[in-house]
Antibody, heavy 119, light 112 residues
Framework: QVELQESGPGLVKPSETLSLTCTVS????????WTWIRQPPGKRLEWIGY???????NYNPSLKSRVTISLDTSKNQFSLRLASVSAADTALYYC??????????????WGQGTLVTVS | DIVMTQSPDSLAVSLGERATINCKSS????????????LAWYQQKPGQPPKLLIY???TRESGVPDRFSGSGSGTDFTLTISSLQPEDVALYYC????????FGQGTKVEIK
């Protein structure tokens, strides 16, 4: 069973860049789609974007201008950068793995989540 | 975006009784190429990430007890817990993966 673990600063200043890393263990980061999801306090889960080991990315249009997701296969990690953050980006951030090799897939493995506060 | 709307927002059910959660999508999530609905259900307990219970609207994930079942097609879906157990107290979310990914607002299940 693949395990995922988010890491990164828990506090980011407004207008700066949020950076998180997800480390994958118990399996290769090859194949599958590796995804970032967030949940602002009191709000529903929101898909941020994904990266495939081919390098292909896809981002939520509402965040696309500020988001970059990258992959480091040598470290079995993928990362999220969200630029120009504001209080609205305060959320619990999760990384997750697609269940299938197809992008049309739910998520069968999740990290524990990391709270990022913008203040 | 496909908007997912769950009902009710919360429900309290006696132990051993049936719990039913509904989910409605703003457009069909039936993928006609394979005739499967791109609809999943998750369970989330406090301090834990969501756990995949059901995908393709009615297929149970490995290891999920058979008291959990999913039904529906197109735009209307249901998650049923046939006999509520104490460990089923949680938030439940539906999610569509037909067009990107969007989630319902969640339904809180409690013991009556």
């Amino acid at each position: 069973q693949v395990e995922l673990q988010e890491s990164g600063p828990g506090l980011v200043k407004p207008s700066e860049t949020l950076s998180l890393t997800c480390t994958v263990s118990g399996g290769s980061i090859s194949s599958y789609y590796w995804t970032w999801i967030r949940q602002p306090p009191g709000k529903r889960l929101e898909w941020i974007g994904y990266i495939h080991n081919s390098g292909r990315t896809n981002y939520n249009p509402s965040l696309k201008s500020r988001v970059t997701i990258s992959l480091d296969t040598s470290k079995n990690q993928f990362s999220l950068r969200l630029a120009s953050v504001s209080a609205a980006d305060t959320a619990l951030y999760y990384c997750a793995k697609s269940k299938s090799f197809n992008s049309r897939s739910p998520f069968d493995s999740w990290g524990q989540g990391t709270l990022v506060t913008v203040s | 975006d496909i908007v997912m709307t769950q009902s009710p927002d919360s429900l309290a059910v006696s132990l051993g009784e049936r719990a039913t959660i509904n989910c409605k999508s703003s457009q069909s999530v039936l993928y006609t190429s394979n005739n499967k609905d791109d609809l999943a259900w998750y369970q989330q307990k406090p301090g834990q990430p969501p756990k995949l219970l059901i995908y393709w609207a009615s297929t149970r994930e490995s290891g999920v007890p058979d008291r959990f079942s999913g039904s529906g097609s197109g735009t209307d879906f249901t998650l049923t817990i046939s006999s509520l157990q104490p460990e089923d107290v949680a938030l439940y979310y539906c999610q569509q993966y037909y067009s990107s990914w969007t989630f319902g607002q969640g339904t809180k299940v409690e013991i009556k």
